[in-house]
């Protein structure tokens, strides 16, 4: 039996590996490696695990969510067991035969995701890939633009590398516009980077709070990141009409189990257009019959609780320093209040509410 993280958006420390009454039992821990607090991401494969249960106990605080590990057979279909969780530090897992199994913290999305979803869209007109600019390790990060108005909207994700059911949101927002919306191409111009830490999400950081800042505390007078001074040139000048960076927030619970906005600040051209967006949103998913991500309201407003005035972020960057007409971060969870956490379908309909509620807000 092999246990490693040695592939695309991989973490994990092994500690130990023993046999306790005859059950192998296995001691772990998420790597922090430059993040300055305790976060909560790991992500790891077994390969030629040994039939029968095996233990899995993580010593770094509570890390295995309320709805259980998410785990795949290929790495690329994934689904929370919530049966093999034992509790928030520990879960079993009943190996039948199987080489190789992934486990994760999450269902992940690394670059081989973005790629898989580019395909499936590469071939509309309206649509152009470009490379926005370079990692600091040497990696392209893709820039995706569609329509050709006289207004910006731009849509960013992975700020904070680990938060990855953001960008299942992000994918079906782009592909939404393009299949439902397009009308919308011919009033603006859109502009999509999906990974922001492209190097974090890649190598399976946690990227929050990461050593001196973090991607999403760069909006600086002095940015130390390649991508966000590359976006400071692209954005100067623009007429900006919305800017959502998707995120994902805290590990779960209360308001972490459920969508949440922080509102950029309240300035203007259209100090509370952003607002209305917000319950355009609540309005789609409390309609909707099936059993679906809903956004139920929450949002903390600029100045409010974690979403200090004066944060040098993304949002506060686009509203204040490029005077877009809305601007907000939309916070996904990892694995929300749903009966067994969020499937990958569930988060590409959360996206088309989204879309949805942008046109209904924009083109009205």
Known sequence: MKITSDFPGGNIKLLSEQTENGKTVVTLEQDLRDTDI????????????????VEFRFVNKGVVCPNGPCTSVD?????????????????RFNFTGEK???????????IKDFESFYETIKNDKALKRSVFTVSEKGRELPLLTMGNGSRDIF????????????????????????????????????HIIPFTDIDGAEQGDQGKNRIPHDHNRDYTDKPIYNVTRAIYEYTDGRDIAAFIDFHSPWCWGGANDEPHIHMGPEAEPTPMLQYELAEHIKELTAKDA??????????????????????????????LKRNANIAFTIETPYSGNLAYGYTKGQLYIFGEHIAQALYETLMK
């Open 290 to 319: 099936r059993d679906v991500i809903r956004f139920n309201g929450v949002i903390t407003r600029y100045g409010d609780k974690a979403n200090l005035v004066g944060t040098e972020s993304s949002k506060n960057f686009y509203k």
């Open 75 to 91: 790495g690329n279909n994934w689904c929370f067991d919530k049966s093999s969780r034992v509790d928030e530090c520990c879960f």
């Open 100 to 110: 190789s199994r992934y486990f994760s913290f999450s269902i992940p999305y690394v």
């Open 38 to 53: 305790w976060w909560f991401y790991w992500c790891f494969r077994i390969d030629d695990p040994p039939v029968g249960e």
């Open 155 to 190: 849509f960013t994700a992975r700020h904070h590398c680990c938060e990855s059911t953001a960008s299942y949101v992000l994918d079906s927002v782009v592909r939404s516009i393009l299949v439902s919306y397009r009308d919308m191409l011919d009033r603006f111009t859109f």
